[in-house]
Structure formats: structure tokens, C-alpha cells
């Protein structure tokens, strides 16, 4: 069993609904030899000292197993869930109650030994390119009235193209993704992403 780091006692301490759910959690993962560490304000586990494997997550409605590359993982059990629609890579299993995890052990045991040796191989997921991505309308006709535009985003990294497709495609109503086009048309222009 690794050690644990004093700042994720803090952590769960902090997240008293899920105290009994993180500190399960934990107990699995540290058994199985990563490190533990606090990125991001959350709890990462790593392998090899700086390959990220797992993260523990406390929200309102669970605690939160996360799988960095869990798109990867064969997933058996069918326990796995995305996130989020416009996720790529990491998977989640939700819990509600610190039963569900001892019940579920052996099932998470393989499941982050897979993720540590997923790291070890150096397996990459292969995400979707900017161009694989839909343009919403109301983006599509900025760039087709704007060269400057056009040439401002083209230039941008394909992460900070994803994350403004993303961004303005989330948006349900026309009048929303126009918004945040305006919105954000000054920072694309100037060659920057969403969190620049």
C-alpha cells in the first residue's frame, strides 16, 4: 500500500456527504501502488510518478471514480459512463453509498490495474480532430464574413479549436450560440483559447 498524502485527508474531510464513499475509494487505489497527490484541487493517483491514472471526484449527487484514459478500458462490467457528451477520454463510475464500492472491489482492482498498465504501455486515445467536429451555423457564417477570423482560428491549437466548437455548440437556442460567438470572437482573433 502507498502512503497517503495529508492533503487529501483534507479533501474528503472537506466532502463530509462522501466521506465513507472517498475514503473506500482511496483505500482500493492506494492498494494498488499509485501515488497520491493533489492536482487540479482534486485527488490524482499516478503511476511511474507522473502518469495520471485515476482521479477521486466529490460532487452533489455521488462520489466519483474518474479514469483518465478510461475510453480505453474493456469495461466487462458495463460500469463505465462518460461524463459528459463531448467527452473523449475519461470515464467515470458514480457511487451513492460506500456499500457499492466494497460490494464492487475486486471489479475495481481490475479495472485500475488495467488503467496503471493502459499508462505503463503508453496507449494514447485518438481524439477527433477540430475539422470531426460540427461547426454551428452561427460560427460558420463569422468565418465566412471574417478572413481575419478564419485565419485567427485556423492558427489556434487543435485543443483550443475543440474546446470553442465545443463551447459554442453546447448552446441549445441560435440566439445563445450567436452570443457566445460574439462573446468570444476578440479572444479567438487575438489567438487565444476559452481558459487563456
Not at 92 to 100: K, N, S, Y
Amino acid at each position: 500500500m502507498t502512503k497517503p498524502n495529508p492533503k487529501v485527508d483534507g479533501y474528503i474531510r472537506k466532502h463530509k456527504q462522501w466521506h465513507n464513499e472517498l475514503t473506500e475509494l482511496r483505500r482500493i487505489i492506494l492498494d494498488r501502488g499509485l501515488s497520491e497527490e493533489i492536482k487540479w484541487r482534486v485527488p490524482v493517483y499516478t503511476s511511474e510518478g507522473d502518469r495520471n491514472v485515476v482521479f477521486l471526484g466529490a460532487f452533489k449527487e455521488s462520489a466519483v471514480l474518474s479514469f483518465v484514459k478510461g475510453a480505453l478500458l474493456r469495461d466487462p462490467e458495463k460500469i463505465l459512463l462518460k461524463p459528459g457528451e463531448n467527452t473523449q477520454s475519461a470515464r467515470v463510475i458514480r457511487f451513492t453509498d460506500a456499500a457499492q464500492i466494497i460490494e464492487l472491489e475486486p471489479v475495481l482492482k481490475v479495472y485500475i490495474d488495467e488503467a496503471i498498465g493502459v499508462e505503463k504501455a503508453g496507449l494514447k486515445v485518438k481524439f477527433k480532430k477540430p475539422g470531426e467536429h460540427r461547426i454551428p451555423p452561427e460560427f460558420a457564417k463569422k468565418l465566412a464574413e471574417l478572413p481575419a477570423l478564419k485565419k485567427a482560428f485556423a492558427a489556434l491549437t487543435p485543443g483550443r479549436q475543440r474546446a470553442y466548437l465545443m463551447h459554442f455548440s453546447a448552446a441549445k437556442q441560435s440566439k445563445t450560440r450567436e452570443a457566445r460567438v460574439e462573446k468570444w470572437l476578440p479572444r479567438i482573433l487575438k489567438g487565444m483559447g476559452l481558459d487563456d
